[in-house]
């Protein structure tokens, strides 16, 4: 009976292991996965509500480049995006949501608990930045076309957990904040800034790691109530 039951046990560490490994092992950093196996049961695939931040980019232009260049040639053309900016996001312990085309979807503080996840994305939108100049450098150098890229991120309560139909589902989160995060994206295009967009509840966060500049005050779609909204300059020296 014994035995029976430490084989039992070590099934089902295998199984949990491998089921968090086929779900995040592209979405999250090696480190991150294997705390996650190590510790299935610091989160929940069910459904819980966690503070987080959620980040939002996507490429402003693309459509003119899209009428030039050849399907296959524009997924190459979009790896040159997606690829050193996901692995800058994971690197600082951001889980990869989803992609939708040229839009990143990226959450800190998720799966895994992290208290710094708000000053962790906003680092993940400096660095970006120069890979993302280099790229619009690319753009220009080759097609002859301008483009630029929008960022925002918001942090807030979200509901974080599996989502989906019964056969086809996805770890992700949902809330307020998160809609919040996509129109700091949006309007980002707007004031043409080339630095990631915040507001005003993540301000207090991360005032002390990275420079921050009053840019406007912005009535969102749903709101009654204009809220402030930052320029991330760049993060501190110290």
């Known amino acids: 009976t014994y035995l029976t039951i430490i084989v039992m046990q070590f099934v089902r560490a295998y199984r949990e292991k491998r089921q968090v490994r086929g ?24 459904g819980e509500r966690k503070p987080a931040t959620t980040f939002f980019s996507k490429i402003d232009g693309i459509g003119s480049v899209t009428k030039s260049v050849a399907p296959d040639e524009l997924t190459h053309l979009l790896s040159f995006y997606l ?16 992609y939708e085309g040229h839009v990143i979807m990226a959450d800190f ?36 076309l301008k483009v630029a890229v929008s ?6 309560y979200v509901s974080a957990g599996n ?6 589902f996805q770890y992700t989160v949902m809330g307020d904040p998160v809609n919040v995060a996509a129109r700091f994206m949006a309007a980002n295009f707007i004031y043409e800034s080339p630095n990631s967009l915040t507001g005003e509840e993540t301000e207090p966060l991360i005032r002390d790691y990275v420079h921050l500049r009053l840019l ?9 109530k204009p809220i402030r909204i930052f320029d991330v300059m760049g993060w501190k020296p110290d």
Not at 29 to 37: D, H, I, N, Q, R
Request: charged share 25%.
């Open 23 to 46: 779900i995040f092992s592209t979405m999250v950093s090696p480190a991150v996965l294997k705390v996650m196996e190590e510790n299935p049961d610091k989160f929940s695939l069910t």
């Open 151 to 156: 960022m925002g991120f918001n942090s807030g």
């Open 163 to 168: 989502m989906g139909s019964e056969r086809k």
């Open 83 to 98: 690829t050193p900016n996901s692995e800058i996001i994971m690197d600082y312990d951001g889980y990869i949501d989803k």
């Open 216 to 224: 406007d005050k912005l009535l969102l779609k749903g709101k009654t």
């Open 109 to 144: 503080g998720v799966p895994l608990d992290d208290a710094d996840n708000p000053w962790k994305c906003a680092f993940a939108t400096v660095e970006q930045k120069l890979d993302i100049e280099a790229f619009n450098y690319f753009v220009l150098a080759k097609y002859g």
